[in-house]
């Protein structure tokens, strides 16, 4: 009776979860979906410790007081860490679940059947490599480790290699679980040999590939969570896990499609490799401006399209960015803003920093959209994006970044670009755009130069 | 197989595919937020964690258990409090402040 009670609590949460992401569908019922997310996550928990085999909870309370103490200042981060948090709960996830996949093993391996060990080497397998790949995310995200791609010859070989034996390991385990020599040695090894092929696989991976492998990691934590309710034959860790993994991998295709690139190419491909070949392009000549006369273009124009990229969210430049759209919107200049779904480190970073800023969240445009007002916009002002607006893309088959959809900003009557120096961006390609008639370079830091700009439009009120 | 772990697989099976309609739908706008809640959702390792840990059969299990329900937890608090901080930013235009 008492386990009939229990599974139709899991039900309840799974629906609560399910009602959860559907309603995260529009800003307006958003809050809705976050609450109903806590409520099926209390009676998830409450049904489990309903059960009769649950017997010491004093341990139980002492883990959930010090993860509540952890988890609260990991919630209020400044809004610019989004990525690198992101990371890191991914980590703790995987963690827990090749934990519990490891005592799961210890203690059944006497009498685990051949298709419950396929679904806890695949949870093993995916929790471990999640665990070390999402850390040095997080760490590269924080850039306590070096951001741009770390590359070595015969690297996807030795790659290759670490998943092929872990694969091979598990194999083994499959067939012979019970075996002293998997109890004692393989699996252990499997799960060192997971870690290791973490860190190697995100070693090559640079700072502007982590929308997608942060995408493709929260699509692992969640298929291992999924594994991990075959194993403990649990119905809800299933279904969660699934939603969980198919989320992951849906955002991971949409990042891939945002750069015409395929998950192989991201993952093997090593982007970073071509920044040798585009030292040596000649020196090509720009016209370039201060904020004066920035501001005086801008005040007389009658549409500003903003283009904010990854320097934005470096520069902390988005509340400068929001006292700029509330000047010249109260000036009567229309100004919105563009958004290339791979901007910043992560899927819909700069809509979070935007929003944190109290930019009006109709304000900003998807890039099809974008795409279809530039033309008539008279001011694009590019803030630390470069790439996602280069138009090499559209027409140089040689260019690494080609076929990669861009936002047309230099189809708009006048292009400004805020920028350090004439460095090119994570690609390495020179970007077209700079060197064009209608182009002017503002050369500074992002936050410093919009302050100026504001400073400009406010004096002559 | 079982014919249990068969409707295992079935509802993974199913489960995947709600997930796979419910989330392309998601505007891009709350890309960020959605993968937090995930986040914070796929905790649900916890209900796996807190039967390791609190059986209790093995010092092994006990301790893995144990740790793992702190981070599962610390995902649970951190995950659904920040996206509850996101989803809260977005905000319309407000009446014009002058």
Known sequence: MSESIIQIIYLIAAVCFILSLKWLNTIKSSRRGVIVGVVGMLFAVTGTLLQPSIEYFTWLAIAIVLGSIIGVPLALIPMTKVPQRTALSHAFGAMAVTMVGTAEYYLNYAHINTFVMSTLSIE????SLTFTASLMAAGKLQELLPSRPITYKGQNFVNFGVLGAALVLCVLLIMNPAASLS?????????????IFGVSFIMPIGGADMPTVISLLNSYAGLSASMMGFVLNNKLLIIAGALDGASGLILSIIMCKAMNRSFVNVLFGAFGQVQASAAATEQRSYRSAGAEEAAELMRTASSVMIVPGYGMAVAQAQHKVRELFDILTRQGVDVKFAIHPVAGRMPGHMNVLLAEADIPYDKLIEMEDANDELPQVDISLIIGANDVTNPVARHDKTSPI????????????????????MNPGFAGIDNDLYYMDKTLMLFGDAKAFVSDL???LTRED | MNPEMLSNLFVFVLAAFVGLEVIQRVSPLLHTPLMSLTNAISAISVVGSLVIAGEGKTLLSTVLGTIAVGAAIINIVSGYMITYRMVIMFKKREPKKS
């Open chain 1, 124 to 127: 093993v397998l995916l929790g």
């Open chain 1, 183 to 195: 109890v004692h040695i393989l699996f252990p090894l499997l799960i060192v040999l997971c870690m």
């Open chain 1, 402 to 421: 080609y076929g990669m959809p861009i936002l047309d900003v230099d189809k708009s009557h006048m292009v400004m670009v805020i920028k350090r120096s």
């Open chain 1, 454 to 456: 504001i400073k400009e």
